[in-house]
């Protein structure tokens, strides 16, 4: 088990609990009261630590190492899965994932960011930063699930586009640009769902949707807290303050209307009960599809694009002269 | 035999040694140092004369030199408001009066109506001396609402995109501006209305990831940065130098993102070309 940093009193319970077990074992004492006991502790531990969360400790919960990716869900969400590679143009970009599945009888298209779980497969995923070819991936397969009716659903985890010199090469911004061109305007219904990082543009180049959810313990900004501090305050220093003043947990986005709900994690996080994360994720999309999946495909577009139509906050000032016809200045 | 012998012929102060002329009235090269009064430079659609360097100009200068005399402005009654009480090393409150102090604009973009080679046209031009250009809230509203008022209207659209991005200190509402933009504008590209994006010194990060990328015909200024992550990023990312050129306007023509690159001296006739192409309303 890994334990974050604000985890650590739980580590020792764990150590103790595991020593009281050996003890255990060697059957001289009896400790099953005790295990009682320590259990009980733990749980109530768990739940004191995850009921405060700051900002900057849920970032770093989005980010744990045994948390589970989309791979991962959609294996356990469906029976059938068939990946599907490559944008057709240039290559198979590993940092996004996606093909055709079977969600208990309804068809419908995958896509994710994948993220690595160690050393080299991590590299392999180039840590869930993809390339221009990714994000095309990405629209041919949404083209794809248009041609056969099928809903699309994408799960997101990214730290961000990949900043490359290829990348720029071959177009990162035309490639976001357009994929959320064509999102606003797919015929099909689209469900997002931030499982861990959503950073940015790399994270909203397959994030517009009919209905955009955030687990609990996810994050979703404009800018990684890390990336804030080193250009609002100069240092990398104030990773947390940024965290904090980029409101950008779950609770902070439902409550400004950028989201459309939030998905509980069972308690300690999705990685702490990955299989009943996946459960609970599953109940969540099937609920959501039978409404979005029942809707004339040009009242949902309507209705999509009025959402993100009504995102942004601005005040009026009263009307000036400025308004009125300029004339040009020599 | 005097005391004060001149040793060397001529000035031997180097140009990059030279004291600033005031402002006002001399303008000095960013990129030669060669100066040039202002005068001179704005009769050469604000380039350097020397070296036809782009200098950096703001909404209402490219208002000036594209329309048909008389333009009118519209939505300037849309302005930011710190609505997550942001606090960096500034709140955004104060780094909002501060801009609005230092350049008299109320945000990062103005929106116009006017007319080029007798055609009506909306351009969207933004200000980069406002939070370097940023985008938020009002950005993404003034560019929706400018749509809507196309739509409407049946008229040809254009933005002219100078920005360093988005805008961090409004988070995730500067984040969905991108997504807020691209849909609107894909209403536009359905009702079969020209959009043109013309990208200027700098276009990075999210304005270049959404509406600046989505013109119907995209150009762009000469040697203008143009790009999704800035150099510097890129730099620390790859651990290497970047080649001459990377990310400039030529960079991207080369690369197949523009359609093409025209000099500001050229602009607005090529504008008055292309809009002669598209069957909207005519005055």
Known sequence: MVFLEFEKPLE??????????????????????????????????????????????????????????????????????????????????????????????????????????????????????????????????????????????????????????????????????????????????????????????????????????????TWYSVISPESC?????????????????????????????????????????????????????????????????????????????????????????????????????? | MGWFKRLKDGIVTSTKDKKEAPDGLWYKCARCKEATTIKELRENYHKCPKCNYHVRIGSYDYFDLLFDGKYQEHFSELVSKDFLKFKDLKPYDTRLEAAKDKTGLDDAIVVAEGKISRKPIVIAAMDFSFIGGSMGSVVGEKIAKSIDYCLKNNIPFMIISKSGGARMMESAFSLMQMAKTSAKLSQLSKAGIPYFSMMTDPTTGGVTASFAMLGDINFAEPEALIGFAGPRVIKETIKKDLPEGFQTSEFLLEHGFLDFIVDRSELKTRLGDLLSFFHTKTA
């Open chain 1, 12 to 217: 020792s319970l764990y150590e103790q609990l595991e020593k009281i077990k050996q003890v255990g074992e060697q059957g001289v004492i009896d400790v099953s009261d005790m295990i009682k006991e320590l259990e009980n502790k733990i749980k109530t531990q768990r739940k004191e630590i995850y009921s405060n969360l700051t900002g900057w400790q849920k970032v770093q919960l989005s980010r744990h190492p045994e948390r589970p990716y989309t791979l991962y869900y959609i294996n356990q969400m469906c029976k059938k899965f068939v990946e599907l590679h490559g944008d057709r143009y240039f290559k198979d970009d590993k940092a996004i994932v996606g093909g055709l599945a079977n969600l208990d009888g309804q068809s419908v298209v995958f896509i994710g960011h994948q993220k690595g779980a160690d050393t080299k497969d991590r590299q392999y995923r180039n840590f869930g930063m993809a390339n221009p070819e990714g994000y095309r991936k990405a629209l041919r397969l949404m083209k794809l699930a248009e041609r056969f009716n099928y809903p699309v659903i994408c799960l997101i985890d990214t730290p961000g586009a990949f900043p490359g010199l290829e990348a720029e090469e071959r177009g990162q911004a035309e490639a976001i640009a357009r994929n959320l061109f064509e999102m606003a305007q797919l015929r099909v219904p689209i469900v997002c769902v931030v499982i861990g990082e959503g950073a940015s543009g790399g994270a909203i180049g397959i994030g517009l949707g009919d209905k955009v959810f955030m687990l609990e313990n």
């Open chain 1, 229 to 330: 501090s080193s250009i609002l305050w100069r240092s990398w220093d104030y990773k947390e303050q940024a965290a904090e003043a980029l409101k950008l947990t779950a609770d902070h986005m439902y409550k400004f209307g950028l989201i459309d709900g939030i998905i509980k994690e069972p308690l300690g996080g999705a990685h702490a009960l990955p299989g009943e994360m996946a459960k609970i994720l599953k109940k969540h999309i099937k609920k959501e599809l039978v409404e979005l999946v029942g809707m004339d495909p040009d009242v949902r577009i309507e209705k999509r694009i009025k959402k993100y139509s009504k995102m942004g906050q601005y005040a009026k000032k009263p009307k000036t002269k400025s308004d009125t016809v300029s004339t040009k200045v020599k």
